[in-house]
């Protein structure tokens, strides 16, 4: 295990530095955005094309990866990206920073897959789980302490954005320095939404509107902050703590949903996140500790539903199509974090900041009455058969790729599959 952790330190050090500029950056436009009086549609429309490029950057850089090679794919992405912010700092301009963001969103979801095949390479059975672990709370603790940067600089000047730069370029040395061999070639996951349905109606409607709040949140939460009277600290620190908040409600969420009918422990938590949401948007709260109080409980229980409804759809799932699963709905998941942005943008122009939060509750409702519905028709999964629930963190916290999926191996702790599917007794939906 010691030998397996050490093999990949100087990549996951790399990887604190990437995600502490993504986090650094993700918030920084919104915030200089909204001081330069860009609109909130626009300001949606970074979130929309980050996370297209993203979704994009699953599909395709695979093939990139596969024709140069790891570490000149993993050099060239991040060389992008730092350039990108550089330049972010330089043209103060909307519809530049909307293009460019989509370029980053491209080449961090390849930055993304190849550090999460190369740490799938070097792990074994036995370190896997606390290799993944331990990539997950990396990538949490880098976006808490980009997003901590704020308070440090005027975000009117130029120095923010550099120091994205920095962090990028020093993220970029241990892979390019290192001489361990390169991984195996990229999969691509081939979303199949028909059969993705098919195997779990709940997980994927589910999953789509999870994506869709969590991409408004995600990309506005910083415009909302500003438009509702928060310093900068304050947005950082609401923010950073929505983070931490939904990380220490990982563990009993997911052992709840290990013991009752999943559906029900996702309609609940949904429930509590509309009606945080419904909360802050019809009391406009004007204490700073109570606002953001409501926030941290709505990031809380919103950022559990992504892995139930992952562990549910792999409950009524071959055992070898987990990665296939898992890989296809976090695509689907990031087709709704390009819808939320683009929804959730307009709709607080038309009406207030706290419209955000509007958006979001519609979302939640709609899971919740959606999951208790599908329950009265659909038998659960007894416990004894049931896979294993994984932490797997997304919406405030970064973005996964299907290379991570391999990664958490989650299928391989599943008990014995039957191939049965406990609704009809038919053979359980196969994806390939």
């Known amino acids: 295990m010691k030998r397996n952790l050490l093999s990949v330190a100087a990549l996951l050090f790399g990887t604190l530095f990437l995600f502490m500029g993504n986090g650094l950056q993700g918030i920084l436009l919104p915030v200089r955005g909204n001081l330069e009086g860009y609109a909130t549609t626009t300001l949606g429309l970074l979130g929309t094309s980050w996370a297209g490029g993203f979704v994009i950057g699953c599909l395709v850089a695979p093939k990139l990866v596969r024709r140069v090679g790891h570490v000149r794919a993993f050099s060239g992405f991040i060389s992008i990206i730092a350039i990108i912010a550089l330049v972010s700092g330089i043209i103060i301009d909307p519809i530049w920073w909307v293009i460019l963001r989509a370029v980053t969103g491209f080449s961090t979801a390849g930055t993304s897959m190849i550090i999460e095949s190369w740490l799938n390479e070097r792990a074994s059975n036995e370190s896997r789980g606390a290799i993944f672990s331990l990539y997950i709370g990396i990538t949490l603790l880098g976006v808490v302490g980009g997003q901590m940067m704020i308070p440090l600089e005027d975000v009117r000047t130029p120095v923010l954005f550099m120091i994205c730069g920095i962090f990028y370029c020093i993220a970029m040395l241990p892979t390019t320095l290192s001489t361990a ?203 004894s058969d049931r896979d294993a629930y994984t932490t797997i963190p997304t919406g405030t916290s970064p973005m996964l790729t299907p290379q991570s999926m391999s990664l958490a191996d989650r299928g391989a702790g599943k008990a014995a599959d039957t191939g049965k599917s406990p609704e009809s007794g038919d053979p359980a939906v196969k994806f390939g």
């Not at 987990?322 to 009406?351: A, D, E, N, Q, W």
């Open 181 to 383: 061999a390169s991984p195996q070639p990229l999969k691509a996951v081939r979303l199949d939404l028909p059969a993705l349905y098919r195997n779990s109606p709940v997980s994927c409607l589910g999953i789509l509107l999870v994506g869709i709040a969590n991409g408004a949140y995600g990309t506005l939460a910083p415009v909302f902050g500003a438009g509702a009277g928060l310093s900068d600290t304050s947005i950082a620190i609401m923010m950073s703590s929505t983070i931490f908040a939904g990380a220490m409600m990982q563990l009993p969420a997911g052992r709840l949903s290990d013991r009752i009918d999943r559906r029900y422990v996702l309609a609940a938590m949904s429930g509590i996140a509309a009606l945080a949401g419904l909360l802050i948007f019809f009391l406009h709260p004007t204490s700073a500790g109570l606002l953001i109080g409501l926030v941290v409980l709505y990031g809380a229980v919103a950022n559990t539903l992504y892995p139930i409804a992952v562990a549910h759809a792999n409950d009524f799932a071959a055992s070898e199509d987990f990665v296939k699963v898992s890989g296809g709905l976090l695509l689907l998941y990031g087709i709704g974090t390009v819808i939320g942005p683009t929804i959730g943008g307009p709709v607080m122009s038309m009406i207030t900041p706290h419209a955000l939060f509007l958006v979001t509750a519609i979302a939640h409702v709609l899971i919740t009455v959606y999951a208790i519905i599908r329950s009265r028709i659909r038998a659960a999964v007894p416990v």
